[in-house]
């Protein structure tokens, strides 16, 4: 049960609260692979791509897993976070975003909501919003996006996705929907269909790219069927085209695949479908070649149909150190003039003896007439003894002089605790030949209950290259304004500095907030034992349940946290919300002082 699973995954003894203020600045997490990006924050704290520790805990993921879930838990006592808000600047030192997430009591993000920074106003303003939706499972099933409209100051809706899933967990059906202004409603866009066998494998995708309006159905556009040895490797592929004139699927071509003993991928053959011979001709050929069962060698070759042979296409050689990290990656292409191989992609990696990646080099768009990389850049990172990142230096590839030009780099000071307490960025000044400094954040923590440590305040202040010193510019102050038996709040105000004034004026709020809940008693309630009927409603809904409780009360909270609702539950009466506003509302289902269930309902 998914519960059990997210208990087992909790951090012991520290936690980490969110801050709610993140930055907008270029993002260099593109460059780090995923596994990097978790392997170089201590105690598996992502970053949010500029060096910030962002200890709110979004991974993006394509799986049906929770997208986000976070506990924060020390001895008997675990905080389960439900509602969020962060905040963004950018790199001229403005405001830029905020970022509003509520979630289910599985850890996924039921409603998303975003407001920009309008620079007229100096206010911020709706941007857009997404409601999501997921099964007993925690499989996603709707996907609802709306956007704010400046003329009739309300969400319009824009595009709605749905999924459908079989006993295992796999994606059986996906709908696309957009929001047509002229009918109001949603018109389909697309689908994808799917059929598994008993191992779980896909052995049939069928994508229909068009909605037919006259007929009111899905047009087919192509279908892929699958067939896989007894170890489920996939050693067929056929791919068919839809013929619109005979409203029926044709051949159009197909991958056969061999493995070696250790499930290895050895040789994948690609044929088209002739129509006039009404058989299969080869197209390309891949080889592949392993040491130690890392891939070392993929060697491509396309059909010559002249000589009905195979001949060079292009290569990709891999090399590993002693613990199987990646140090090297080569691609080249065939030239047929010079009848030899010649590099369009290189990549290095040096890992330190922990695994963490220290150097990063890159070169790719290999210009072949003058002899030279188009592209590049280099990546240079260091750690403390505890893992935690201290220094982060991005280098870019200078077409000119064929070298690597320093751009940007970021610093960062820990606690004893492995907490963030300072951030520097500082950019490359090439006149000077030499970093200066940018911004610089300074953090604190307090330690909430014996190792839980909750975000305090922090501080952000912008380089004067005039003055040569810090000026201040942003500033947010975290305190606990709500600690129940069942619930803590750690809310705080963030401040914009006037330098006109010289003052503080605050332009938005930051909290987080989180259930209590007993960890030894974390496995004793399933998740979903309740179930809200009708939801979408207008007038009513019903909460059925499973569980018996003592005390079962029903509460309901706006988008903004407002409690609109707090009342005892009967299961056999109906709770009216009639008089509520068209909106989205977060209900929780509660046992005396104890939170059962959260979720979303709908008023319409």
């Known amino acids: 049960m998914k519960r059990i699973l997210l208990f087992t995954l909790l951090i012991s003894f520290i936690g980490y609260s969110q801050d709610p203020i993140q930055s907008d600045i270029q993002n260099f997490d593109d460059d780090f692979s995923n596994d990097l990006t978790e392997s170089t924050n201590s105690s598996s704290i992502d970053t949010d791509g500029n060096g910030f520790l962002n200890i709110f805990p979004t991974r993006e993921s394509n799986t049906s897993e929770p997208q986000s879930y976070q506990r924060l838990q020390q001895d008997e006592m675990s905080l389960r976070l439900f509602h969020y808000k962060q905040w963004y600047f950018n790199d001229n030192g403005n405001p830029s975003r905020t970022s509003e997430n509520f979630y289910d009591d599985n850890g996924n993000v039921i409603l998303e909501i975003t407001d920009n920074w309008d620079v007229d106003t100096q206010s911020y303003i709706p941007s857009n919003k997404k409601e999501s939706t997921y099964d007993e499972n925690g499989n996603l099933t709707l996907d609802i996006y709306n ?359 605050e332009i938005t709020t930051g909290f987080s907030k989180y259930y209590k809940e007993n960890s030894l008693s974390l496995n004793s309630v399933e998740p979903n034992s309740f179930s809200i009927y009708p939801n979408p409603t207008s007038n009513t809904f019903y909460i059925n349940s499973s569980e018996s409780l003592t005390n079962p009360i029903i509460e309901l909270y706006d988008v903004k946290g407002s409690k609109i609702i707090s009342n005892p539950l009967n299961f056999s009466e109906p709770i009216d919300v009639s008089g509520l506003q068209p909106s989205i509302y977060i209900y929780l289902i509660k046992d005396g002082n104890e939170v059962k269930q959260s979720g979303k309902v709908i008023k319409e």
């Open 147 to 505: 956007y704010w409209d400046i003329d009739t100051q309300s969400y319009i809706p824009s595009l709605k996705s749905e999924s459908t899933y079989d006993e295992n967990g796999n994606l059986t059906l996906y709908i696309s929907n957009y929001w047509d202004i002229d009918t109001q409603s949603y018109i389909p866009s697309y689908k994808n269909e799917y059929n598994f066998d008993e191992n779980d494998n896909l052995t049939l995708r069928i994508n229909y790219y068009n909605w037919n309006v006259e007929t009111q159905s899905f047009i087919p556009g192509d279908k892929i069927e699958y067939d896989y040895d007894d170890n489920s490797n996939n050693i067929l592929s056929i791919y068919y085209i839809w013929d619109y004139v005979n409203s029926s699927f044709v051949i159009n071509s197909k991958t056969e695949n061999s493995f070696d003993n250790n499930g290895n991928q050895t040789l994948s053959l690609n044929y088209s479908w002739n129509t006039q011979t009404q058989s299969y001709t080869p197209s390309s050929k891949d080889e592949f070649y392993y040491e130690d069962n890392n891939l070392t060698l993929l060697v491509r070759y396309l059909w010559d149909s002249e000589s009905n042979s195979f001949g060079y296409n292009s290569k990709t050689e891999w090399d590993y150190d002693d613990n199987n990290n990646q140090t090297l990656y080569v691609e080249y292409n065939w030239d047929i003039d010079s009848q030899s191989f010649f590099p369009i992609d290189t990549r290095l990696n040096t890992y330190d003896n922990n695994g963490n990646e220290i150097l990063y080099i890159r070169n790719s768009d290999w210009d072949t007439v003058n002899q030279i990389w188009g592209y590049g850049f280099r990546r240079e990172t260091t750690y403390d003894d505890n893992g935690n990142r201290t220094m982060f230096t991005k280098y870019n590839w200078d077409v000119e002089s064929q070298l690597f030009i320093p751009n940007y780099k970021y610093e960062y000071t820990y606690d004893d605790n492995n907490l963030n307490t300072l951030t520097i960025r500082s950019t490359w000044n090439n006149e000077n030949q030499s970093f200066v400094p940018n911004w610089e954040r300074i953090w604190t923590w307090s330690n909430y209950s014996q190792g839980i440590f909750l975000f305090g305040s922090s501080n952000i202040n912008f380089w004067d290259n005039n003055l040569g010193i810090y000026k201040p510019r942003f500033q947010s102050s975290m305190n606990i304004t709500l600690d129940t038996e069942s619930e803590l709040h750690n809310t705080g105000i963030v401040y914009l500095y006037d330098t006109n004034f010289n003052t503080w004026d």
